[in-house]
């Protein structure tokens, strides 16, 4: 009788169905697993070929092509009168230095289009840094010296290898007697590639041998400092406020519920509202950083309010009570025990809501900070550009070389996301406690 029972219809035991189930389970559960597994790799190897691809296309606008030429700084095409006055010799014929220095380097060439390529090979700004030498060195007026000077984008590109002599002559820029004089500098080591400084030191040009970051990262550095400045202060107080003091009632709930609408509002609807208010309303300075970062500080805003109130959430009700029943103020409370404990977690999402900003790129388009900078901006009010905007010209700009100095100005941007994000980490780590 005891035995019928503990069978079922198909004569199984009860042991053996509940065998039967946990093998099910348990092979459910791997399965599981593996599928997650399957997901990790897969998003892993699609990150990793995405960075690869940039950093194959990015490391090369880290070298860049010189040509040494020997410079004769004739007194005659630069202080013909001899005065050795500055104003002078600024004013001098650079260009002409270079092109004759090509001529003497290469005597053959005689015809005029022929001399229109040689002269080409070297960049346009190649001047403006020989003048630069004279201000730096008046002394080398009347001199000799061997020095080395930028290539052209389109020789740069073709020694890197990123065109072949073999593709017809009609199909490429570089013709086949600027590829015979490139050889032969090849040849008496006179054409190297060497580290470009130029591109972490230099501002945005029309040129892109010449063309660097470093106009683009002070201009987010400045807009970061305006963004920090006016969204932690507000972002803490607000959220203080609505967790510590704010009666629970419909309004508050209407700002809670607004806070987290506009954490999802699409950021461009932010720079039309910069557009409208800031430049329009305001009139503040176009293109400059004091707005840009006006403009992302209502981005973060949202992020470090919700940030922050979950972070007040996490401190245990006990450290309220103990402060509260020795006899301080719900003030005293919050400002020496509450939020000390708190903003750890605090610091991680504005942090977080920072490298947000950083690579934020459709509302900074909004109030101008597109426009061809060339200068390194000096203060907020300078006309700037960022980071992400500057990737985005250079992307849409026709020459090949730009390729390069985008992949490389991306790569730039993703180390500073990631050392902000790790900064994150490091704050949560040193400063979290557990209760």
Not at 220 to 237: E, K, Q
Not at 279 to 288: G, I, Q, V
Not at 395 to 406: G, H, K, N, W, Y
Request: hydrophobic share 50%; charged share 20%.
């Amino acid at each position: 009788m005891t035995e019928s029972i503990l069978q079922d219809r198909t004569g199984r035991n009860t042991a053996d169905r509940v065998q039967a189930g946990l093998k099910r389970r348990y092979a459910a559960e791997r399965r599981f697993r593996i599928y997650g597994l399957i997901s990790i790799l897969t998003a892993m190897g699609f990150l990793a070929a995405l960075l690869t691809s940039i950093a194959g296309n990015g490391y090369g606008a880290f070298l860049q092509t010189h040509v040494r030429l020997d410079i004769l700084f004739s007194k005659a095409d630069l202080d013909p009168g001899g005065t050795g006055d500055p104003a002078v010799l600024r004013q001098g014929d650079y260009d002409a230095l270079i092109k004759d220095a090509l001529a003497h380097r290469f005597p053959d060439v005689t015809s005029r289009a022929d001399k229109r390529k040689l002269n080409g090979m070297i960049s346009a700004s190649a001047g403006f840094d020989l003048a630069q030498m004279v201000a730096d060195e008046p002394e080398i007026v009347g001199t000799t010296q061997r020095i080395w000077l930028p290539a052209t984008g389109d020789i740069d590109v073709f020694v890197k290898g990123n065109v072949s002599e073999k593709v017809p002559e009609t199909e490429r820029r570089i013709k086949d007697v600027e590829i015979g004089w490139v050889k032969a500098l090849q040849s008496t080591g006179d054409l190297e590639l060497k580290f470009n400084t130029r591109f972490f030191t230099s501002g945005d040009s029309r040129n892109p041998e010449v063309a660097g970051i470093w106009g683009a990262v002070v201009g987010s550095l400045f807009t970061l400092i305006i963004t920090l400045a006016l969204a932690f202060p507000l972002g803490v107080m607000a959220a203080v406020y609505l967790e510590e003091f704010a009666p629970k009632n419909r309004w508050t709930d209407l700002v809670e519920v607004n806070i987290n609408n506009l954490a999802a509002v699409p950021s461009i609807v932010f720079g039309l509202l910069g557009l409208a208010v800031f430049l329009n309303f305001f009139h503040l300075p176009r293109s400059a950083p004091l707005v840009g970062g006006m403009v992302l500080a209502l981005i973060t805003l949202p992020t470090i309010i919700i940030a922050s109130r979950a972070a007040l959430k996490a401190v245990p009700p006990s450290i309220r009570e103990a402060a509260l029943g020795v006899g301080a103020s719900r003030m005293q409370t919050v400002t020496h025990h509450v939020l000390p404990l708190a903003m750890p977690g605090m610091l991680t999402g504005t942090i977080i809501g920072m490298a947000h900003a950083l690579g934020e790129t459709a509302p900074l388009l909004m109030i101008g900070m597109v426009a061809f900078i060339v200068d390194i901006p000096t203060s907020p009010l300078d006309p700037a550009t960022v980071l992400p905007v500057q990737v985005y010209l250079w992307a849409d700009s026709a020459e090949r070389a730009f390729v390069e100095r985008t992949s490389a100005a991306i790569l730039v941007l993703i180390a500073f996301l990631i050392c902000m994000n790790l900064l994150a980490i490091i704050l949560r780590k040193r400063f979290e406690r557990r209760w």
